[in-house]
């Protein structure tokens, strides 16, 4: 079957008017060969507002084969398809503009049996943009790390009272270094994981009882992103407090 059939996405905005989706070609080359789609970029990427979903007609290599019905080389076909959706993040319940990520592959049509099979995969993503929760998130930590080394001074303030210089003599460095450590591991742990659990039962309540979508998971599969950091900031809180609780054993 020769096919070469182009479509559009069309998507109504609050006027009620249609808006165009852009669609990024992963693959595309220009004609300097360059392939300026292979990670989206405001600048430099090359948008379109049509695709196809597989196509025949240019897998013909001879002259006015089309016209002749020629059978086609190989078949071209979308193998990755991807449509990310973002929150707008200056107007409640609202979207911006969706993307619409395509990647092509071609299929030697010598290979083709009534059994074939390619493999073809689809995504929807819709994430918002976690500029502001990190910001924020940024200030919780930095107001009760401060938090931190207060009860941290004030303890160890209470065992210097309680274990004078005169009486360790020299012991009293070594003494000091492991209590330091023992209530810096101990306390930032126990102060961290209650801001750790604080954040994640927000998103959990917020993103489970809204009635309408406005506020979505932040974006994963990028670099830097939300799920990796509070994955590293979980690992940091776990090994500290391993780290606390064999120093109390050998205390």
């Known amino acids: 079957m020769q096919a070469n059939a182009f479509y559009e996405i069309y998507l109504e905005d609050a006027n009620k008017k249609l808006v165009d989706v ?39 290599k001879q002259k006015n084969g089309y016209i002749e019905k020629k059978a086609p080389t190989y078949v071209r076909y979308a193998s990755n398809v991807r449509l990310t959706v973002q929150m707008d993040p200056n107007n409640k319940e609202r ?6 990520e395509i990647e ?18 689809f995504y929807f993503e819709y994430y918002e ?8 998130a940024e200030i919780i930590l930095y107001v009760f790390n401060g938090v931190v080394v207060l009860i941290v001074a004030i303890r160890m303030y209470i065992w210097i009272q309680l274990n004078p210089p005169k009486y360790l003599a020299r012991n ?20 961290m994981f209650m801001v750790y659990f604080v954040i994640t039962l927000y998103w959990f309540v917020m993103y489970k009882l809204q009635a309408n979508a406005y506020l979505l998971m932040p974006q994963r599969n990028v670099p830097n992103s939300t799920y990796d950091i509070f994955q590293a900031f979980l690992i940091a809180i776990v090994v500290t407090k ?6 109390a054993i050998f205390e």
């Not at 979207?95 to 619409?100: A, F, M």
């Not at 071609?106 to 073809?120: G, L, N, Q, R």
């Not at 460095?173 to 102060?191: M, P, Q, R, T």
């Open 22 to 60: 852009p669609i990024l070609i992963k693959n595309f080359r220009d004609s300097e060969g360059k392939s300026p789609n292979v990670s989206y970029n405001e600048e430099s990427s090359r948008l379109v507002h049509r695709f196809f979903i597989y196509d025949t007609i240019s897998g013909i």
């Open 95 to 100: 979207i911006r503009k969706p993307l619409v």
């Open 104 to 121: 092509y592959r071609e299929y030697a049509t010598a290979t083709v049996t009534d059994t074939s099979e390619v493999p073809a995969e």
């Open 129 to 136: 943009d976690g500029a502001k929760f990190e910001d924020s």
């Open 172 to 191: 009293f460095g070594v003494a000091f270094a492991k209590k330091l450590l023992l209530l810096a591991c101990d306390v930032w742990s126990n102060i």
């Open 242 to 247: 391993t780290l606390a609780v064999f120093l």
